[in-house]
């Protein structure tokens, strides 16, 4: 049985690589996976943040509409059901843009005020529409009776929070209305009145019959 010569065994033996000389090779391909895996992982951050950034704008957006739209269905319960017993909020003021309107009476006029306090949100975009629904009471003010209807409808622009989505908001307009059942008669002669409408369509969607918008 014969022996490797001493020259061979010496090759066989591993050397631990002499300060300054090249990195070895194993070592040279992990730290290029490494930053082909940084620049796959930055890459892929790229393609998915402009998604990511739109579903929160967007998630954003829809919140803040429903709160809106929300608070209009309240404000517009409140209003009509304090109006329901012949209380319309007196001492309530507010700025109304009666100009292309129709200007109520000063208990309906308390009334218009009463359902944007009870909205909360800026009353010079919110809009309000007062209807009777005894129509001698619209032509010429008799105090209400019981078993007639007051309506209530309140509309107010959309918009995008964030801006993201300004071109899907911009032209449209949130809207709420309310009918209840008259259960306390007025003291006084009583006409409906309406803001002017922003959006321009009219208010022929603010009726007690109506399919809520």
Not at 124 to 137: G, N
Request: charge should be neutral; include cysteine; glycine fraction near 10%.
């Amino acid at each position: 049985m014969g022996f490797a010569p001493a020259r061979q065994v010496r090759n066989l033996r591993h050397k631990a690589p002499r300060p300054g000389s090249a990195t070895p090779r194993p070592l040279r391909r992990l730290r290029f996976g490494l930053r082909s895996e940084r620049g796959t992982a930055a890459l892929e951050l790229a393609l998915v943040m402009p998604i990511l950034a739109g579903l929160v704008m967007g998630i954003i957006d829809f919140g803040v509409t429903y709160q809106n739209w929300s608070a209009l269905r309240q404000g517009t319960w409140a209003a009509a059901r304090t109006a329901s017993v012949a209380n319309f909020g007196a001492g309530s003021s507010c700025s109304l843009t009666l100009t292309g309107g129709s200007t109520p009476s000063a208990d309906i006029e308390d009334l218009m005020c009463l359902a944007k306090e009870e909205i909360g949100l800026d009353q010079s975009s919110t809009r309000i529409d007062v209807v009777i629904s005894d129509p001698t009471l619209t032509q010429l003010g008799y105090p209400w009776g019981v078993d007639g209807s007051v309506t209530v409808c309140a509309q107010i622009p959309a918009h995008s929070a964030t801006g993201f989505f300004s071109g899907a908001f911009d032209g449209h307009y949130l809207r709420a209305k309310t009918t209840i059942r008259i259960e306390e008669p007025s003291a006084n002669a009583e006409t409906q009145g309406y803001e002017a409408d922003p959006s321009g369509s009219g208010w022929s969607w603010c009726t007690p019959t109506s399919v809520e918008p």
